[in-house]
């Protein structure tokens, strides 16, 4: 079995499942994909939209408003990631699937480690300031795992990504 973990910033769409497909065409070995996809914790949503609204404390009128949120986050990520497995079915592909609200990559690594992944995965949209800065998933990532790790755009093909 060759497992390789796959950290998704949004649901997969078909040319991205048949690009990560491709990339382990011809393998003697089966693969089974762990996909990743973190979803934002309501804490850190409520944080956010505090900030834009420039500091002022917004009251949770009604009990369990925070639980409620957390909720309707958990339902939207796992939609995503029940809609990108779907696309790993129809190609006939082995699989796990997880939505997290922990550090994406501290998540990563400790499903690297849970599931022996020989290989890494990142896809994600451009994030110019972060790539710039060395602090985007795929640079944190590399400076933590001990296994290849490539990084590919969402939704852009092959050709285009260069």
Known sequence: MFDVSLLIERQLNDLDADQVVA??????????YHLLLPVESSSAV?????????GQVVPLSEPGALEDVQDSLDRAGQAELDASAALLTQRGQQFTATITEDDPIE????????????????????????????IDW???AQRKLDVPSI?????VPFDAQR
């Open 151 to 155: 990084r590919l755009l969402e939704h």
């Open 23 to 32: 990339l382990h065409e011809g393998l003697d070995d089966t693969v089974r």
């Open 138 to 140: 795929e640079s944190r």
């Open 46 to 54: 409520l944080m956010s939209s505090m900030g834009s609204l420039g």
């Open 107 to 134: 998540a990563l690594v400790a499903l690297v480690e849970s599931t022996g992944s020989s290989e890494v995965i990142i896809l994600t949209e451009p994030h110019v300031v972060k790539e710039f800065l060395h």
